[in-house]
């Protein structure tokens, strides 16, 4: 399995980006996806998942409203992360990873992830 990441970049607070991360190796369709994020000096965090089916999505509180992922389950095996309202607190290298069908409390977890992408900068200025 194979994600790759891209879309980061630098951007004002206040102004939107958004990610994409292409899957491969597995039937995607199959898969939990999620995005992580881990800014300069701190641990990894969780910001938003969606399951399998693109039915349920789940995100951190400092995201909520501003952040929206969601998934191409066709030919594309693709994953995003829309973010508006850009802060500087949300500057950093953010992650997409995938597991295999997992509960619903386990969303959140990085442990229930098998796979990661390499990661792609987000650097929002004041």
């Known amino acids: 399995v194979q994600l790759q990441a891209s879309g980061g970049g630098l951007v004002q607070a206040g102004g939107s980006l958004r990610l994409s991360c292409v899957a491969s190796?597995?039937?995607?369709?199959?898969?939990?996806m999620a995005w992580f994020r881990q800014a300069p000096g701190k641990e990894r965090e969780f910001a938003a998942a969606?399951?399998?089916?693109?039915?349920?999505?789940?995100y951190a509180d400092s995201v909520k409203g501003r952040f929206t992922i969601s998934r191409d389950n066709g030919a594309k095996s693709m994953v995003y992360l829309q973010m508006n309202s850009l802060k500087p607190d949300d500057t950093a290298v953010y992650y997409c990873?995938?597991?295999?069908?997992?509960?619903?409390?386990?969303?959140?977890?990085?442990?229930?992830?098998?796979?990661w992408g390499q990661g792609t900068l987000v650097t929002v200025s004041s």
């Open positions: 990873a995938t597991t295999s069908r997992v509960a619903y409390s386990a969303l959140t977890m990085a442990s229930s992830y098998d796979y």
């Open positions: 190796g597995r039937t995607f369709r199959d898969w939990d």
């Open positions: 969606i399951r399998w089916s693109g039915g349920t999505t789940v």
